[in-house]
Antibody
Framework: QVQLQESGPGLVKPSETLSLTCTVS????????WSWIRQPAGKGLEWIGR???????NYNPSLKSRVTMSVDTSKNQFSLKLSSVTAADTAVYYC?????????WGQGTMVTVSS | QSALTQPASVSGSPGQSITISCTGT?????????VSWYQQHPGKAPKLMIY???NRPSGVSNRFSGSKSGNTASLTISGLQAEDEADYYC???????????FGGGTKLTVL
C-alpha cells in the first residue's frame, strides 16, 4: 500500500529556509494532490498547501509569501520550502495525500527553529 | 483561531455514545459535502476516520459515523472503547483560497 515518509533537517536557524521532502512508496505519485500539514506541540493541525503532479499549487494565504512546493515525479517525491522561519514555525510537519480527504499521512517529522 | 469550531473536550464511559460537533460557515462545512474526520493518538499521525461527511474508509469500525446539518458536521462514536481515547479533528474543503481548513481538535476521554 502507499506509504509516505518525510525527510529533512530537524533543526533550522531563524531567518533561514526550512526544506522537507516527502517520498511516496508503494504507488505512483501521479494524478493526486499532495499536501503539507503542520502541528505545533500541543496544538491543532494547520494546512500549509498542496501540489498536483502537474506542478499546480495552492497555498494557505497566511503562509503564501514564504512557501514554495515542488514535485519530482521521476523520484516519486514532493517538497516543501518555507523561508524566513521563526520560532513560530517550530512544529511536526506531515505530508499527506489529498483526495476526497487526507487519506494517507506520513509519520511526521519534528522541525525546531532555534539558533 | 481555527476556521472550524470544535468543543475542546468530550468524555464518555465505555459502551456509551458520544458526539463531537464541528461548526463552520456556508463557505466550508455548509456549502460542500467534503467534511472529514481524523483520529490522532499521542505522538502519532492523524488517521482518516470519515470522509465526504459520512463515508468510512475500509478498515474503520462502523462504530464511527458522520453527519451534517447546515453549517455543523458531527462525528458520533458508539459503543465507546478505551482505544477510542484520542484527539479528533474535523476538516472541510473551503471555497476561500485556503482550500482546506481544520477544526481546533477535540480531546475524547473514555472514563
Amino acid at each position: 500500500q502507499v506509504q509516505l515518509q518525510e525527510s529533512g533537517p530537524g533543526l533550522v536557524k531563524p531567518s533561514e529556509t526550512l526544506s522537507l521532502t516527502c517520498t511516496v512508496s508503494g504507488g505512483s505519485i501521479s494524478s493526486y494532490y499532495w499536501s503539507w500539514i503542520r502541528q505545533p506541540a500541543g496544538k491543532g493541525l494547520e494546512w500549509i498547501g498542496r501540489i498536483y503532479t502537474s506542478g499546480s499549487t495552492n497555498y494557505n494565504p497566511s503562509l503564501k509569501s514564504r512557501v514554495t512546493m515542488s514535485v519530482d515525479t521521476s523520484k516519486n517525491q514532493f517538497s516543501l520550502k518555507l523561508s524566513s522561519v521563526t520560532a513560530a514555525d517550530t512544529a511536526v510537519y506531515y505530508c499527506a495525500r489529498m483526495g476526497a480527504a487526507f487519506d494517507i499521512w506520513g509519520q511526521g517529522t519534528m522541525v525546531t527553529v532555534s539558533s | 483561531q481555527s476556521a472550524l469550531t470544535q468543543p475542546a473536550s468530550v468524555s464518555g464511559s465505555p459502551g456509551q455514545s458520544i458526539t463531537i460537533s464541528c461548526t463552520g460557515t456556508s463557505s466550508d462545512v455548509g456549502g460542500y459535502n467534503y467534511v472529514s474526520w481524523y483520529q490522532q493518538h499521542p505522538g502519532k499521525a492523524p488517521k482518516l476516520m470519515i470522509y465526504d461527511v459520512s463515508n468510512r474508509p475500509s478498515g474503520v469500525s462502523n462504530r464511527f459515523s458522520g453527519s451534517k446539518s447546515g453549517n455543523t458536521a458531527s462525528l458520533t462514536i458508539s459503543g465507546l472503547q478505551a482505544e477510542d481515547e484520542a484527539d479528533y479533528y474535523c476538516s472541510s474543503y473551503t471555497s476561500s483560497s485556503t482550500q482546506a481548513v481544520f477544526g481546533g481538535g477535540t480531546k475524547l476521554t473514555v472514563l
